[in-house]
């Protein structure tokens, strides 16, 4: 079954609209990921109606059943900086044989190459005063700061280091699969799909590993010098010339270390000993982050008990359906609440305008909220009568009144 348009199936094992999030069609450069096409779908999974990212593999045949058991390990590997994989499975719903393999969604996601390698459009500039007023200007992109290239490093690395503490390797860690949300995170997309895809080859894992750590060294030069191929050979000098120039030798000692294929075996383990300093740096700032971010929920908690105030009121004030009833009565609990409410909201000056205070407003609400000794005279509005009540004595009546 497919819908009209963009020929997708309406409906994939459990999974329904789906909505590519990425062009295909004529004009669309596409890469291949390994030997095979792929494009990536957002779709809403009807058992619990969240969205999911699916990755389909075009013309894939599966051979045997056993190429699933990665997604099963995978599965239960959970980490800040590896998006979750959830499942995968074979389908002919779009009319080919194809591998689908189900991610966590995590939406604004951009990968590292669209955002620190792609060159930009060029843009239209205005030049005033200028002899062209019009200048087409190509963006060059921008040297990604050493703070967030170390930022990004140390939560692949640790990612990584995850990954082989289980007798795993990532074996993806390229620009294009890794995915930045909000400010500086960064997950690794797309983990378990080579696995499936190179079941047969039956490779090393401790080969595998290593692998990973060549391909993390190639991402730092890549992202270093906005070219993906910065550390092959015919690159290879000058990139190194333009780190040396940009950044500090941390960074080159780093990514050294990664590419280099002589010596002992390399272990995710030895890049953290290396770069241990970058590692307290980035666990400091996300401390910091997360003082930042409670001190703004505390507010926000602040708010959230004035609003449940406010809501009572709501509920109690002006019922005049309710005005014969003596519990409603003008002279009882609820007059004095209805007193209140003028005096925090309807108050006006010498002049009968209103007055605006939001200071007051929150002043008085805080007290109500917390029924305080302090007592305030409230004025009835024909100022014929007036009562003296504490915060406390308007507490209790709230409360009575809305229960
Ligand atoms: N788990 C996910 N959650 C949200 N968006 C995702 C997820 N995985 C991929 N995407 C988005 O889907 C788009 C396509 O991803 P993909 O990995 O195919 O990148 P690409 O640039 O097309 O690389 P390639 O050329 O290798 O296919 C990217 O813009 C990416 O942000
Ligand atoms: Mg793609």
Known sequence: MLSTGLNLPEELQGYHTLVPLEGSGAGVERRK?????????????????????????ENYRLTRQAAFAAIEVWSRI?????????????????????????????????????????AKPPTVQTHFGGRSSQVLHANLPTLLPERTLWSYVVQIASAIKK???????????????????????????????????????????GHLQQEDLTMFGRLIFALCCNNVAASSAPHFQKSMEFMG?????????????????SGPHRSIDQLLNIIQGKVLAEMDEALHATDRLEHELLSELENARLVRLLCKFGFINERPEFAREPRWSETGDRYIIKLFRDYVF???DENNNPVINLAHVLACLN???????EKIMLVARDEQSCLVVSYKDIKLCVESAFK
């Open 33 to 57: 990921l390994g030997n095979w096409y792929s494009t990536v779908y957002r779709a809403i999974r009807s058992s619990d109606g969240m969205p999911y990212a699916l990755r389909r593999i």
């Open 78 to 118: 959970e980490h800040p900086a590896i998006i979750t994989v959830k499942e995968a499975f074979t389908t002919r719903s779009f009319n080919d044989n194809s591998l689908v393999v189900v991610h966590v969604y995590h939406a604004d996601a951009e990968t590292l190459f669209e955002k620190h390698i792609k």
């Open 163 to 205: 990954v082989h503490d289980v007798g795993q390797a990532v074996r993806m860690i390229d620009a294009s699969k890794i995915l930045v949300t909000g400010k500086n995170r960064v997950r690794i997309s797309s983990c378990g799909i080579v696995d499936v895809l190179m079941h047969d080859m039956h490779q090393d894992m």
């Open 245 to 261: 120039r940009n950044y500090s030798p941390d960074v080159k000692n780093a990514a050294l270390f990664l590419i280099s294929k």
């Open 346 to 348: 309807h108050q006006v």
């Open 367 to 373: 007290k109500l909220d917390v029924g305080t000794d």
